[in-house]
């Protein structure tokens, strides 16, 4: 399991962003060992947080093994847009304006503009736990042509919304720049995503921690990769327990007035979906709700107390996929936290 920052670490953190956002052009941090004494950490914490933060876009390494404010790589990017090319506004998730809002700090702090192209027909839907009507592949090819049609002149970069089909990102006449794909593990091109598998092991760990009988996982809907990617790992990792999936449909079968007190876990991969569970329980007059709990392990913001959750920094996803772009950064998983349910 990641370890925990401590609060002098995320204290640290802050006062050297703070240090990096005032310090002149082409200025060099001081060495890791000055900086842990000024913090009171060891080097190698020192190190990781820096490397962190180079991730997403605050500083730079160069060959020698230094830092610098990011801005010190080079001044070719300086200025230059960047663009998202997905869904239109309506449709955006929580997790999507998550990643939207770190993509436009690390632009805002560049200079560059954040240009957003947008389309209608990407996906559909109804409500947020209803399934998703996703573009066919033709229709995807009408729209990226339409959309790339519209690009501004001298683009660093381009990243790309996670639904769109691979064959259609692999032919899009973008005109150049570094180009990635969000929360894709198969995508045929760089993409910068959560860490699925820490995240499952993470829930795996949990229910070894205490016997439960029965244990559920929903699967939502058809179509989302990010959705599909952490059921893969939810399913290697809770295959022990002998999961039974079922839809979220089907999910109120298990409240029916026939069925035991035993406890039951429900473990849903989206977020949505998940407090639709918690509605489920919260109206269900049956024994089994009062034994029932749900684990969210999309990781948004949107799941709150007091639901045993996962939670991945998806503002920090959207840092590193436009450090990556702007200052050509490395890519590195968002690994999760495991956030306990607050008790009364």
Known sequence: MPRKPTAIAREARERIIETVT?????????????????????PSTIFRLLRDLAA?????????????????????????????????????????????EGVSEVCAANGSPLVLLSSPTLVRQEAPASPIERASLKQQGVEMTRLTSAIPKGCAG?????????????TAQTGGGTSLQLLHPKSP????????????????????????????????????????????ALRQALAPFG????????????????????????????????????????????????????????????VTAPTLRLRYDYRRLGRSAAARILHGTQLIPVPPMWIQPEID
């Open 22 to 42: 005032g310090m002149p052009e082409g200025a060099m941090l001081p060495t890791t060992r000055e900086l842990g004494e000024t913090h009171d950490l060891h």
């Open 158 to 170: 381009y990243v790309f919304d996670h639904l769109w089909k691979g064959a259609v990102i692999q």
């Open 56 to 100: 997403e876009g605050y500083v730079w390494q160069s060959p020698n093994g230094r830092f610098y404010p990011a801005g010190a790589q080079s001044h070719t990017l300086r200025g230059a847009p960047l663009c998202f090319i997905g869904r239109e506004l309506l449709q955006w998730s929580r997790l999507y304006q998550e990643i939207l």
């Open 243 to 302: 999961p039974r999936e079922m839809s979220l449909s089907d999910a109120g079968r298990a409240f029916s007035g026939r069925a035991g007190s035993s406890r039951v876990v429900f473990v849903s991969p989206e977020d949505n979906a998940a407090l639709a569970l918690c509605e489920m329980i919260r109206r269900s007059r049956s024994a089994i709700s009062k034994t029932a709990q749900v684990i969210a392990t999309q990781g948004t913001g949107l």
């Open 189 to 232: 091109m760089e993409s910068v995503q959560p860490d699925y598998l820490a995240g499952a092991g993470m829930v795996a760990e949990h229910l070894r921690s205490e016997p439960v009988p029965r244990v559920y996982l929903i699967h939502p809907f058809e179509g989302d990769p990010a959705v599909d990617a952490m059921l893969d």
